[in-house]
């Protein structure tokens, strides 16, 4: 616990000053009352009242002081609720495929659609960033818990060029560390899982892609770093099985989901693959993607929580002092 104005303690001299003056009272009260018997007087106040219960109530006064004046110090205490936080860095596929109309309006529109719906539904404790790959990778927007900027980042999404979801993955990692990482590719060649950027294990990637991959790296050696570096990859197959043809430069190409990469990234990360045939179902899968709760210390002010029990113990005093004595004081 900590104060955030000590200085206010002084406050609490009051409570043994206050003591004192009741014994005081009692002391010339009892005088009073041996001088009255002395000259053969009756006492006013009978002998059963003189018990011990007398002093509850100054008791019950004398702590609701204390409490008061300790809570004028502003007390703070850390408790350890269960909170959402982390890093999710969203990694939009926007290749050409995407342009696909197999989901209305085109893949890449349901799947901003979608991905805006999870950004508001995440609470501000929850870091999210942006980032879009074809045939390379770049960092749209850092992780921010300024949904808007995030909302923003995502409709300024376009499309062009091939797919590379081992450049997604490499810069979303970047974007997770919060630095350009430099990742040997022979190491990543020869034993990926040997590879250290360090520990992220509070950050997830959720990856928008149509699965077919036609550039390198190797998509499955990158999701081994993740899985190294305790990032999760959650992938989500935008498209339908049966695919369409998307008119690119003027030429017709046919596209369908390939889903076979995007469980095996999933898979390698300890992470889950979503189908999504359509737009609905997107939004769905977006809804069941969430962080893990974890204890999360936080300082709180109970100064509150202590003026209330003063007041408690005021009000029970002053009850006890009217039904026993019929008077507060």
Known sequence: MSLGSPWMLLCLAFVPALVIAYGWSLRLRARRSTRLESEGLVRTIPARRASWRRHIPFALFAAALALVCFALARPTMSFALPEREGTVILAFDVSNSMLAKDLEPTRIDAAKAAAITFVKRQPT??????????????????????????????????????????????????????KPLTIDPSAVASDAGAVHIGYFGSSAIVLLSDGENTSRPDPLKLAEVASSAGVRVHTIGVGTMKGTVVQINGFSVATALDEDMLKQIAKVTDGTYHQAGDTAALTGIYKSIDLEFKQVKKPREVTALFAAAGGLLLALGSLLSIVWFGRVI
Do not use: H, N, W
């Open 125 to 178: 404790s929850i870091r999210i960033g942006v980032v879009a790959f074809s045939d390379s990778a770049v960092t749209v927007l850092r992780p921010s818990s300024v949904q808007e900027d995030v909302i923003a980042a995502i409709k300024r999404l376009s499309v062009g060029g091939g797919t590379s979801l081992g450049e997604g993955i490499y810069t979303s990692l970047s974007a997770i560390a919060g």
